[in-house]
């Protein structure tokens, strides 16, 4: 995601480098617990070899069983590093709903119209709305290249005529034009769709 520390999603990645899935953690600590057909018996037999030498682990997954062959300070070093992992998760998930990702999930487009439909809100709701998107645009859109806002009413309200590239003045009028919007404005059955419409009709637009 283009929002994330570029460290914490790199640490993400790496997690798969690290080798800790589960078959490749048991890889590293032990061998699989092998089956071979025999034809004389017409069945798979096991080897035995094993029983009772190594502590075993049976995979649900697929029923495969690992002798465990590691020493308890390899085990350990496992277990910090899938707790480090897990907590990377977890601020992950905080990071992804947090803030303005809470209410418009993560904004990964580079050219978006953000298409507004107060309906009739009351004017509490209008204002929190506009805290919302005035949220939105300082926290999100201002790590995209290109935005625009529009009004869903029955004379359609622009912002801009077309996409407007990102910079801290174009950020800075956008929110000071949704804060001089009027509680309420005429709108019709169709308003809706034909803000969309006109959001879709600029050709640069991703989202």
């Not at 009351?122 to 995209?144: G, K, N, Y």
Request: charged share 20%; hydrophobic share 40%.
């Amino acid at each position: 995601q283009p929002l994330i520390s570029s460290s914490k999603w790199l640490q993400l990645h790496g997690l798969k480098r690290n080798k800790l899935s589960l078959s490749q953690i048991l890889s590293q600590i032990g061998f699989q617990h092998r089956k071979d057909y025999v034809t004389t018996l017409g069945k798979l037999v096991a080897s035995r070899y094993a029983d009772g030498l190594f502590p075993q682990y049976e995979r649900a997954q697929d029923g495969s069983v690992y002798n465990l062959t590691a020493k308890k300070e390899l085990i350990l070093h496992f277990v910090d590093c899938l707790m480090g992992a897990i907590e990377l998760y977890k601020q992950r998930m905080e990071w992804l709903t947090s803030e303005s990702r809470q209410i418009f999930g993560v904004i990964q487009e580079q050219c978006i119209v953000i298409v507004l439909d107060f309906g009739t809100a009351a004017p509490t709701e209008f204002d929190l709305c506009r805290d919302a998107l005035s949220m939105v645009l300082v926290e999100q859109v201002t790590q995209i290249a290109e935005f625009n806002l529009i009004r869903a009413a029955q004379d359609i309200m622009k912002w801009q005529q077309k996409s407007t590239p990102v910079s801290e003045h174009t950020v800075k009028s956008a929110i000071t034009w949704l804060w001089k919007l009027d509680h309420m404005t005429a709108a019709s059955h169709t308003s809706s769709a034909e803000a969309l419409l006109e959001a879709m009709s600029d050709e640069v637009v991703s989202s």
